[in-house]
T-cell receptor
């Protein structure tokens, strides 16, 4: 069974702070990992992808992957109220079908 | 930037009726997917499609469901004899290849309401 686990939150951080979102996955065959942002009633929007152990930075976002611990995280620096959304962690094997976690709801307080 | 487009945005149907959800994937993409998200729950994989055939399907995708690429641009999901529990957001996604470097791009979704 391919499971992706996330803390559902809500996670509240003040504007300008760092938001830290975490995710674990059960299938060691997972090769690709993605963070999507989903505003209420909207579709998932790709934020970051990561495939290798370590950190990957893109603007205010940093994804971290630790395959030994089966752990993926997303850091959002200088959080803005517009970052308030549900963040979905997804994993995929070579077949590329995505398995999603339930998402973590982030609220950035002005 | 190219987008995946889905129609209709909202579909209301009586239980037992058939519905067809439509998607136009990004034009150079080759792999297509349907996902669904029941209100308040996680996004769930339904089916993947490549080279005019199903690549993989989940346990959810039973005989009630079918997919088709009727022409060079559209990708459809048909749900026969709809049930109340089919009410959900249905998302289409596409990518230009499998493998490590192929993130999936999602359409805006179709909200399906079964009455």
């Amino acid at each position: 069974q391919k499971e992706v686990e996330q803390n559902s939150g809500p996670l509240s951080v003040p504007e300008g702070a760092i938001a830290s979102l975490n995710c674990t996955y059960s299938d060691r065959g997972s090769q690709s990992f993605f963070w999507y942002r989903q505003y209420s009633g909207k579709s998932p929007e790709l934020i970051m992808s990561i495939y290798s152990n370590g950190d990957k930075e893109d603007g205010r976002f940093t994804a971290q992957l630790n395959k030994a611990s089966q752990y993926v995280s997303l850091l959002i620096r200088d959080s803005q109220p517009s970052d308030s959304a549900t963040y979905l962690c997804a994993a995929s094997t070579g077949a590329n079908n995505l398995f999603f976690g339930t998402g973590t709801r982030l609220t950035v307080i002005p | 930037e190219p987008e995946v487009t889905q129609t209709p945005s909202h579909q209301v149907t009586q239980m037992g009726q058939e519905v067809i959800l439509r998607c136009v994937p990004i034009s150079n993409h080759l792999y297509f997917y349907w996902y669904r998200q029941i209100l308040g729950q996680k996004v769930e994989f339904l089916v993947s499609f490549y080279n005019n055939e199903i690549s993989e399907k989940s346990e959810i995708f039973d005989d009630q469901f079918s997919v088709e690429r009727p022409d060079g641009s559209n990708f459809t999901l048909k749900i026969r004899s709809t049930k109340l529990e089919d009410s959900a957001m249905y998302f289409c996604a596409s990518t230009d290849g499998t493998g490590r470097s192929q993130p999936q791009h999602f359409g805006d979704g179709t909200r399906l309401s079964i009455l």
